[in-house]
């Protein structure tokens, strides 16, 4: 049986598992670096804020912002014995950006930007900021060149490509004229205060004033002067990740739900990747509803009383699911071709534990067949 998802193990160091909201990029982040550790290629997942169940289960919780290794007695309680070792890690994005901030200021603006109230707002709330670092680390595991598969699942982000442009974003940021025109002349000139009220005239100083206060403002200035020292590694990075995701040993697995906003998204996020020039491997199409089979409709029917109206009701609605399930998974076939599809079924539990991530991994890798209802379109 072939499998999209089994060829870009094959061809690729880097995989990318990316789409909207609560879809299941990070179980099937996690479900491909177990498969690639139990066929023999040893594999790094990095996943963003898993499910507190699942983090358990791959005992992420105690790692903070470190990768470990899976330890053999975790696989060994599943029932699973991996041919190469599987590491995985939970990216903290405070403490990511904490890390780079050491790593890469310069020593005497190290504290500064660590203990300002912009930076720190910078580091957790400001848009992009999670995405950033989420490539940024990207960037940093793979140069480290350990792990002969790495796995990177994405923030849940409103708008799907947010990761892509998180680098560009920063840098606008940090190149932002009016705040630059506002602050930096009379940064310079150490009297940053007289300098600014001297604007006093000035609509735009004025409004921030207002909305911020003196120390605020203040706080905001010494960000602006003391983050410039990063700006040159941002923009480096920015150059070094985005040639990263389009590197031909790279390749998306862009994960979608089969019902009618989720398939919309998911074509308009495939369309940019493909517009980017980034490889999309496969579209995982999870948690598909399975038709009821003719055995379980034969079973009810033989019930009688009440309960059998009520089953039928309940198993009618399931199969109006299917039905639409099974047409979201036409509509994204047309409008993702020629890229392949990879089904993988609703189950009845949440992916919480290895065994379960085991299960989802048989689907991936063609193993097993999901039972889609037939569209009468
Ligand atoms: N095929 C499936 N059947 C049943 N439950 C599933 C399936 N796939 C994922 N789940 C469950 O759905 C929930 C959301 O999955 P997951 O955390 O992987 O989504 P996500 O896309 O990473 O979400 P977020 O965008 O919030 O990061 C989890 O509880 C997971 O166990
Ligand atoms: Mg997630």
Same mark, same amino acid.
Not at 60 to 65: D, K, R
Not at 349 to 352: F, K, N, P, T
């Given at each position: 049986m072939s499998s999209p998802i089994r060829d870009a193990m094959a061809t690729s160091d880097v995989l990318i598992t990316v789409g909207s *909201? *609560?879809?299941g990029k990070t179980t099937i982040a996690a479900t491909l670096a177990l498969r690639a550790a139990m066929e023999g290629t040893g594999s790094m997942v990095c996943t963003i804020d898993p499910a507190k169940r699942l983090a358990n289960a791959l005992g +992420?919780? %105690? +790692? *903070?912002?470190k990768e470990a290794r899976i330890p053999d007695e975790t696989f060994g309680a599943a029932g699973l014995l991996p041919r190469a070792p599987m590491y995985a890690m939970m990216l903290d994005i405070k403490r990511s950006w904490d890390d780079l901030v050491e790593r890469r200021a310069p020593p005497d603006k190290r504290e500064k930007i660590l203990n300002n109230r912009f930076y720190q707002a910078l580091s957790t %709330? +400001?848009?992009g900021s999670q995405e950033y670092i989420a490539m940024e680390k990207m960037w940093e595991l793979h140069e480290q060149a350990k792990y002969p598969l790495l796995v990177v699942d994405t923030p849940p982000t409103a708008h799907a490509l947010d990761f892509l442009d998180a680098p560009n974003r920063i840098l606008d940021f940090l190149d932002n004229d009016a705040a630059k025109w506002l602050l930096t002349p009379a940064l310079a000139a150490g009297k940053f205060g007289l300098k600014l009220f001297n604007l006093g005239g000035s609509y735009v100083a004025k409004t921030i004033a207002r909305f911020t206060g003196t120390e605020t403002l203040q706080q905001l200035a010494d960000f602006m002067l003391n983050i410039t020292s990063l700006t040159d590694s941002f923009r480096e990075r920015a150059h070094q990740t985005r040639s990263l995701l389009q590197a031909p040993s790279t390749a998306f697995v862009l994960v979608t739900g089969p019902m009618p906003e989720r398939v919309d998204e998911a074509v308009y996020f495939h369309t940019l990747l493909q517009q980017n020039k980034m490889r999309v491997a496969a579209v995982v199409v999870n948690r598909i509803h399975a038709p009821v089979p003719d055995a379980l409709w034969d079973e009810v029917a033989r019930m009688g009383g009440p309960l059998q109206a009520r089953l039928e009701q309940t198993l009618k609605e399931n199969d109006l699911l299917a039905t639409q399930d099974a047409r979201g998974i036409e509509r994204l076939r047309e409008l993702c071709a020629p890229t392949p599809l990879v089904l993988v079924p609703r189950f009845e +539990?949440?992916?919480?534990d290895l065994k379960a991530v085991w299960e989802t991994s048989r689907y991936l890798w063609g193993e097993a067949q999901v039972d889609a209802a037939k569209t009468t379109r």
């Open positions: *909201g *609560g879809v +992420l919780e %105690a +790692l *903070g912002n %709330a +400001l848009a +539990l949440d992916v919480h």
